[in-house]
């Protein structure tokens, strides 16, 4: 883009478009001999928009709608409610999220300590009740000191603990009822006796649109993952703004500009006249 755009302004400066010159020239000609470079300079705002929208998310400038306190849909009903349409978020979310919390044990096996089960739970110690460290799988146990956080904690996406709340939830608010430990709904109803595990049959599946697999496509909801199908017909309305409107336009608007400071037109209506002179002659 910069190189085009220094094109552009070479030839409006002292290139073929400078003809339209000086200060007293009217604004039409200046309008011809500034145009392509003024317009090209809007396609590429509107060209790199989406992906400075993808990098101001990298960074942390730009959240997405997940498990933070800026665009929270933590426990929703709806994957993605109303308030993440001005996330950074490009695709409408599908897969549920919830925020993991200390489930209190002794055995030191179990496979969660934190539950609901996520697909990528943020490396963290953990105070057990009867005073021992846990270590998730694959923790750098050698890398101390260690962040510990009691039993209870709630956790931002980022790892760091937050009071929770929830935004004050009652029952009446949530389908299953609210969690009066978090202030979040329920994703299941637990007034019904039933096992753990069991419980986590009732969690939808990663991709709802797959069978079941234990492996790949469990029972889960995950804050980390927003659709496992990113494609156009799943995107958000951000994401129709960013991905189709204001790139297709982008390179639409740098094909005029190119196409302008190139006289394209003027050549075209020659080209004509020159055929039918030749048709003419014939």
């Not at 039993?151 to 790892?159: I, K, Q, Y």
């Not at 299953?176 to 006796?193: I, K, M, Q, R, W």
């Not at 094909?255 to 048709?279: D, E, F, H, Y």
Request: glycine fraction near 8%; hydrophobic fraction near 40%; aromatic fraction near 10%.
């Amino acid at each position: 883009m910069l190189f085009v755009g220094a094109m552009l302004l070479r030839s409006a400066v002292s290139g073929q478009r400078c003809w339209m010159h000086g200060p007293d020239s009217p604004s039409p000609h200046r309008a011809k001999r500034y145009g392509p470079f003024l317009l090209q300079q809007l396609a590429a705002c509107l060209v790199i928009a989406d992906p400075l929208r993808h990098v101001l998310f990298d960074v942390g400038l730009w959240a997405g709608c997940s498990n933070n306190p800026t665009y929270a849909r933590i426990n929703s009903t709806d994957a993605f409610p109303s308030g993440c349409y001005d996330s950074s978020y490009q695709y409408r979310c599908t897969v549920p999220c919830c925020v993991p919390t200390w489930k209190a044990t002794r055995n030191a096996t179990t496979e969660y300590a934190w539950s609901p089960p996520q697909s990528q739970l943020p490396q963290l110690a953990t105070l057990r009740p009867d005073g021992t460290i846990y270590l998730p799988s694959g923790y750098a146990a050698a890398q101390q000191p260690w962040e510990v956080f009691k039993p209870g904690a709630l956790l931002w996406e980022s790892g760091l603990a937050h009071a929770g709340g929830g935004g004050g939830l009652s029952d009446a608010d949530c389908e299953h009822g609210a969690n009066s430990a978090t202030g979040y709904c329920f994703l299941v109803d637990e007034a019904t006796p039933m096992s753990y595990a069991d419980r986590l049959k009732l969690l939808p599946l990663k991709d709802a649109a797959k069978p079941f697999d234990a492996e790949t496509n469990p029972h889960e909801c995950n804050c980390n993952q927003c659709s496992p199908s990113e494609t156009m017909s799943h995107l958000a309305p951000l994401g129709i703004l960013f991905t189709l409107v204001f790139t297709y336009t982008g390179f639409l608007l740098l094909a005029m500009a190119v196409a302008w400071n190139a006289n394209i037109a003027q050549k075209l209506r020659g080209m004509r006249a020159k055929w039918q002179a030749l048709r003419g002659r014939v």
